[in-house]
């Protein structure tokens, strides 16, 4: 299992498998139109976020990419992951998809790039083989320097297995959907004992937990709100979140949870929530709302 400690200030990085630091927060845009991207991006980068996460399918890098030369700040003080679509599936689809992706960004390299989801469908037999052809095309872009981390999103251990098979470069990521109400920690233990580092997605259920009495009870306690429960709630259990706002208020207040922590007591009792908040996307399928969305493009 990689050996993280809980991090003391956003600032603080986690410690990817091949060495490359990852700020400890990132700063989520899924389901941000491309024209308030640029804005939101500017603002978060303005209040300190550092890492950027983005995916090709979201149709935001556009955005992603203004928003950062807005900023000003200096393409190694970011941290920019995107992640590599199942329309683009094979080698040479995915050597072009990352060309494609770095244009959209108007960058000449990637800090991180994710295999977005294991399977199209759930008759899709072939997923292993597919995927170990695009690996090939995620290794060469890294040997050639375009990319300075490797890793997968919704991965199961199965689909890791197929991986980890046959690849010469293991992933370092895994990003999951994690949030309390849905923690899947099965896969997530699995992937932080292969020395994979988890990052969360929807860490805050897309919005979905932010109502629940036992997380703003908790909150209270630290005059803290339901959110930032969520957010130091992954932090202390070595996850990486990436909560998304397009607020700059909720933006700062997502990253303001470095001045409290949750006890052993309370993290057992997020542990144990009912299901809540869960986006119903399987690994086995990618969802269908993305892809009938691209199929009309
Ligand atoms: P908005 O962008 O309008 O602020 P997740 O990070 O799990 O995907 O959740 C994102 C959802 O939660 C969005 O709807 C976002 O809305 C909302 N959100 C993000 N941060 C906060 C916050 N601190 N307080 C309340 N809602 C928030």
Known sequence: MLKQNIPAAMTDTFTLANGVQIPCIGYGTWQTPNDQTRAAVSAALGLGYRHIDTAWCYGNEQGVGQGI??????????????????????????????????????????????????CVL?????????????????EKMYNDGKIRALGVSNFQAKHLDALEKFCTVKPMVNQLEFHPGYLQWDNVRDSMERGILVEAWSPLGSGAVLQNELLASIGKRYGKTTAQVCVRYALQNGVLPLPKSVHPVRMAQNADVFDFAL??????????????????????EAPADALAGLLKK
């Open 69 to 118: 030369r807005d900023s000003g700040v200096p393409r190694d003080q970011l941290f920019v992951t995107t992640k590599h679509w199942v329309t683009a599936r094979g080698y040479e689809q995915t050597i072009a998809a990352v060309e494609d992706s770095l244009k959209n960004l108007g960058l000449d390299y990637l800090d991180l790039y994710l295999i977005h989801w294991p």
């Open 122 to 138: 759930r008759s899709d037999a072939a997923w292993e083989e597919i995927n170990a052809q695009t690996w090939r095309g995620f």
């Open 263 to 284: 006890s052993e007591e309370e993290c057992a009792k997020i542990a144990a929530m009912p299901t809540l908040g869960f986006s119903t996307y399987l690994p086995e």
